[in-house]
């Protein structure tokens, strides 16, 4: 299973960036096929019944979430920067999630280093190392409700049983 959940996810991702020609769809699926059998004995992931259901969330829920977000840190950074005395107070934070799995503390990691402003610098079991350009948070409960908790309630619903 975990074979045809690789091709899946990798043809799929090349249909997303490619046509829907034959040509296309052959190349895609000998791409597809050569790069399961290189990744496959790498990943740990399975697609089951509840994939959709996660896959709904995730693209209804979390990716306006991120988006919203992402607008409301670039007009704070832009405002930082034309701001006539530049108001910063840099620093690193710990943030410590409550996700399970690696590929949901990456997914954690990137949204936060995506969003400007903030940068994931490493993880460390369950802890998350941020730079930001303005600790607001005095004790890590605050910051984590600052930084990451709007992001981790919709993918602690993702990957939920996605362990």
């Given at each position: 299973m975990?074979y045809?959940?690789?091709?899946?996810?990798?043809?799929?991702?090349?249909l997303a960036?490619?046509?829907f020609e034959l040509?296309e769809?052959?190349l895609?699926?000998?791409?597809?096929?050569?790069?399961?059998?290189?990744?496959a004995k790498?990943?740990?992931?399975?697609l089951?019944?509840r994939?959709?259901?996660?896959?709904?969330?995730?693209?209804?829920?979390?990716?306006?979430l991120f988006?919203?977000q992402?607008?409301?840190?670039n007009?704070?950074?832009?405002f930082?920067?034309?701001?006539p005395k530049?108001?910063?107070?840099?620093g690193?934070?710990k943030?410590?999630?409550?996700?399970k799995g690696?590929?949901?503390?990456l997914t954690?990691?990137?949204?936060i280093?995506?969003?400007?402003?903030t940068?994931?610098?490493d993880?460390?079991?369950?802890?998350i190392?941020?730079?930001?350009?303005?600790?607001?948070g005095?004790?890590?409960e605050?910051n984590?409700e600052i930084?990451?908790s709007?992001?981790?309630?919709?993918?602690?619903?993702?990957f939920?049983?996605w362990?």
């Amino acid at each position: 299973m975990k074979y045809v959940a690789t091709f899946l996810v990798l043809f799929a991702s090349y249909l997303a960036l490619a046509g829907f020609e034959l040509q296309e769809l052959l190349l895609g699926a000998v791409i597809s096929v050569a790069l399961t059998f290189i990744l496959a004995k790498h990943v740990n992931f399975t697609l089951d019944y509840r994939f959709p259901v996660r896959l709904l969330v995730f693209v209804f829920a979390y990716v306006p979430l991120f988006v919203f977000q992402l607008i409301l840190s670039n007009i704070d950074v832009a405002f930082r920067v034309l701001s006539p005395k530049i108001p910063l107070n840099p620093g690193f934070v710990k943030i410590s999630t409550d996700l399970k799995g690696d590929f949901a503390k990456l997914t954690l990691a990137n949204s936060i280093t995506l969003t400007p402003g903030t940068l994931s610098v490493d993880i460390d079991g369950s802890d998350i190392y941020i730079h930001t350009v303005d600790v607001k948070g005095k004790t890590p409960e605050e910051n984590r409700e600052i930084i990451s908790s709007k992001f981790e309630k919709v993918l602690g619903v993702v990957f939920k049983w996605w362990i």
